[in-house]
């Protein structure tokens, strides 16, 4: 992977270029980087053009400025994709990163050729009653980050990933994540239920593992009833960031949805 830095932004991306073929963007989950899809970049990088960003205050992309927040992301993102002349793209989000997918889409549905999230919710229509409990748990989270690294990391470890291989390299990630990171994910309400959710002219995939939370998995399934004609797809030997922990199962499941635009769940 080539590293480049989004000039005017503290954004650092990376691309995998295959000539004649079609790009695909990875938006990691938080705490970690763009280094989660390993797994992915190993598996396509001779089959498709790949565009990996580390997220606002994740992995390189911390020399923030005055007023940067992570409701820029979309932007930025949009701003790398006119500077490498790419007209669209399929889009595969993880928990965080599903969420920032989901606002790419939201204001700009034109770049968009197929979008993927998994370990999310609908953002366009998320039950404040849960919101409110997904809010309680991140203060939790926070909480012990600023007693200690590496005791936030370890708990966190085992709630994002399922299989002892994906909690230790998870682990390792989020041991990089700088505390004053924190402030860049405040604003993240900001992008929920804030937009409706118009008509989609490119296909839908969500899902999550079978070990994740029972929040999550309600929550999709409460997208699916909202969005009926999406594709889902539930790993039976995943939690959290299903990409790690069954990368064979999440390659194949995507590489379906490309080709086809849907997946059997």
Same mark, same amino acid.
């Given at each position: 992977m080539q590293e480049y830095r989004l000039e005017e932004s503290p954004v650092v991306y990376y691309t995998s270029r295959k000539e004649n073929a079609e790009w695909v963007l990875f938006i990691h989950a938080a705490f970690v980087?763009?280094?989660?899809?390993?797994?992915?970049?190993?598996?396509?990088?001779?089959?498709?053009?790949?565009l990996m960003v580390d997220i606002l205050g994740h992995g390189k992309s911390t020399r923030a400025r005055k007023g940067d927040s992570i409701r820029k992301m979309s932007g930025w993102i949009r701003e790398i994709l006119n500077t490498e002349k790419i007209q669209k793209i399929? =889009?595969?989000?993880?928990?965080?990163?599903?969420?920032?997918?989901?606002?790419?889409?939201?204001?700009?549905?034109?770049?968009?050729?197929?979008?993927?999230?998994?370990?999310?919710y609908d953002i366009n229509n998320f039950d404040v009653k849960m919101q409110r409990e997904n809010g309680a748990s991140q203060m939790l989270m926070m909480l012990k980050a600023f007693f200690?690294?590496?005791?936030?990391?370890?708990?966190?470890?085992? =709630?994002?990933?399922?299989?002892?291989?994906?909690?230790?390299?998870?682990?390792?990630?989020?041991?990089?994540f700088p505390k004053k990171s924190f402030r860049y994910l405040a604003s993240l309400n900001s992008m929920v239920n804030t937009r409706q959710t118009g008509p989609r002219n490119y296909p839908l995939l =969500?899902?999550?593992?079978?070990?994740? =939370?029972?929040?999550e998995l309600?929550?999709?399934?409460?997208?699916?009833?909202?969005?009926?004609?999406?594709?889902?797809?539930?790993?039976?030997?995943?939690?959290?960031?299903?990409?790690?922990?069954?990368?064979?199962?999440?390659?194949?499941?995507?590489?379906?949805?490309?080709?086809?635009g849907n997946c059997k769940g």
């Open positions: 980087n763009h280094n989660m899809f390993q797994p992915q970049i190993a598996c396509f990088q001779d089959k498709y053009n790949l399929h =889009i595969v989000g993880i928990s965080l990163g599903a969420v920032l997918a989901q606002d790419f889409a939201n204001r700009y549905p034109e770049a968009v050729q197929s979008l993927a999230c998994f370990g999310g200690s690294v590496k005791w936030f990391a370890r708990s966190n470890k085992k =709630i994002s990933a399922y299989t002892l291989q994906a909690q230790e390299a998870f682990y390792q990630m989020n041991l990089q =969500i899902g999550c593992g079978r070990h994740d =939370i029972p929040m309600w929550a999709v399934e409460m997208w699916k009833k909202n969005e009926p004609e999406c594709s889902v797809v539930v790993f039976e030997g995943a939690g959290h960031c299903v990409n790690m922990d069954t990368p064979d199962e999440f390659n194949a499941a995507m590489e379906e949805f490309w080709l086809h």
